[in-house]
């Protein structure tokens, strides 16, 4: 069913992103249409479905709480199909979040507790997770724990974390992978009071900005098969394809989610300029990071600040991925921006945004291996050589321990990436060098291209139970490359 030409290898524009040093790393150059990794993949794939920069960007709509007390926010969402336009000019049948897609944005604050009433009218089981989020495994969205068709569950986050670009999305095993392809999730932005005192920019200054892949058909209507990462070549914004944003000659801040199920961004502004980033999974990092590419894995989360006053009036900026798999002129374009006049900002950039915490010495080291079968015809996915067993305790943690776990991707041609539950960790080293920029901050998830190891540090001192980690290519995870951590 599953074919090892499915298998994700990505493109990459030679040398561009300094990772080159990768062993077994794939120098796919995204090139023009027709190089699809296969002939037999190319073949079946029609031209881009709508000519890029023609539809505005839309944002999600933020979910009002039915009631609110002196403490807690409650939500109420209902999981149900509904068609929406994507492609101008017809609809698309969706899983939703209150018929919507993405999701609706439910804003948060440090503090405060959020409760959500999740109703599924769908016809399959669900879950929902809170991506990033520090929850008891009750409310953590297993994917065991699942909603039956026509039942409800309420979920109760207590939101004691700093602000973050969080993320919901379905988890129920097996079927998260296509929940989520097919629509569910939805950007969750927990907000604090510190966040609000640098002066960033906010209101409508304030974007969010959810990247996804799609495969349509001839009907407009999405395919799903599992690993189809060639194929999924229509790239999406807040669920518009190659949108445009008309902004004005000022800073504006963009949450950045990547919420494919396997591709990775490479992001480049066209005019090669600098992009500022202020936050990643986690929270604002301790100061401003600037680069001009920035790699974003699934489930990886970026906040960037965009100053469109150094750009003359009538520029069109676009916002560019240098990553395969598929053809240039289709994955290699995301969206657009077109700079309006300048007006004033009174918005700001600190050169200190947040202290992060010292990380703590870690007393337990432990080493964790993501593979791949690569030439098999239904390709398993293994971390340290098992598949995932929802009954089977992988790891057992004490509370209170600071761990160093080091992670490989034992697959020759496969990225993966490594994202722990419950868990902000530090991103200690790849590959034997010391990270810096935003890969120093708080993060929840992290890269892994083929042949790479990374170390993270991490500290299990908030809450006890079981928590999975996993490749948040989520194809992959549905295949198996998922495994439980027990918090004793
Ligand atoms: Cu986005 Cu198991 O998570
Ligand atoms: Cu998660
Ligand atoms: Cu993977």
């Known amino acids: 069913m599953f074919s090892r030409r499915h298998a994700i290898r990505i493109g990459l524009t030679a040398g561009a992103l300094g990772v080159t040093g990768a062993t077994g790393w794939t120098a796919q150059a995204l090139s023009g ?16 479905p709508v000519t890029p920069f023609s539809v505005p960007l839309t944002r999600p709509p933020v979910l009002a709480p039915v009631r609110r007390s002196a403490t807690t926010d409650y939500y109420s969402v ?5 068609r929406r336009e994507i492609l101008p ?16 944005t439910i804003r948060a604050r440090s503090g405060r507790t959020v409760v959500v ?33 026509g039942a409800t569950r309420t979920y109760t986050y207590a939101n004691s974390q700093p602000g973050a670009t969080l993320w919901m999305h379905d988890h129920a095993h097996h079927m998260e992978s296509e929940h989520v392809y097919r629509g569910l999730s939805n950007v969750y932005l927990l907000g604090d009071d510190t966040e609000d005192a640098l002066g960033l920019p906010s209101g409508e200054f304030e974007v ?11 009907d407009a209507q999405l395919v799903y098969e599992m690993d189809d990462a060639f194929n999924r070549t229509t790239i999406l914004v807040n669920g518009r394809p190659w949108p445009v944003l008309k902004v004005k000659g000022r800073k504006y801040r963009f949450r950045l989610v990547n919420s494919c199920n396997l591709r990775i961004f490479a992001l480049q ?5 600098a992009m500022t980033q202020i936050g990643s999974d986690g929270g604002l990092l301790a100061r401003p990071a600037t680069a001009t590419q920035l790699l974003l894995s699934p489930g990886e989360r970026a906040d960037l600040v965009i100053d469109f006053a150094q750009y003359r009036p009538g520029t069109q900026l676009v916002l560019k991925n240098l990553l395969g798999p598929g053809p240039v002129e289709e994955v290699g374009q995301v969206m657009r921006f077109d700079v309006g006049a300048r007006v004033h900002d009174s918005s700001r950039v600190p050169a200190t945004l947040a202290s992060l915490p010292t990380p703590r010495r870690a007393t337990v080291e432990r080493s964790f291996e ?16 098992k598949g995932y067993d929802p009954d089977r305790i992988d790891t057992t943690v004490r509370w209170g321990t600071t761990e160093v776990w080091t992670v490989t991707n034992a697959s020759t041609l496969i990225p993966h990436n490594f994202h722990i539950h419950l868990v902000q960790f530090r991103v200690l080293e790849r590959d034997g060098a010391p990270v810096t920029g935003a890969e120093a901050g708080r993060k ?23 928590f999975p980690y996993h490749c948040h290519l989520i194809d992959h995870s549905a295949m198996g490359m998922m495994a439980n951590l027990k918090v004793v």
């Open 208 to 218: 969010p900005l959810v990247l996804r892949d799609a495969r349509f058909d001839a």
């Open 117 to 149: 009433k999740q109703v599924n009218s769908l016809s399959m089981p669900t879950s929902v997770h809170l991506h990033g989020g520090n929850n008891p495994t009750a409310d953590d969205g297993g994917a065991m724990d699942t909603i039956a068709p």
């Open 33 to 48: 249409r027709g190089t699809r990794g296969t002939a037999a993949a190319a073949a079946a794939v029609p031209a881009a």
């Open 89 to 104: 000019g017809t609809t698309t049948e969706l899983l939703t979040y209150n018929g919507s897609f993405p999701g609706p």
């Open 444 to 466: 929840d998830t992290v890269l892994l291209l083929p042949g790479q190891t990374v170390k993270l540090q991490v500290t299990f001192d908030s809450h006890r139970g079981v």
């Open 78 to 82: 209902v999981m149900t199909k509904a």
């Open 370 to 385: 993501l593979k791949m079968d690569e030439t098999s015809a239904s390709p398993q996915g293994y971390i340290n050589g």
């Open 269 to 273: 502004l066209s005019d090669g300029s």
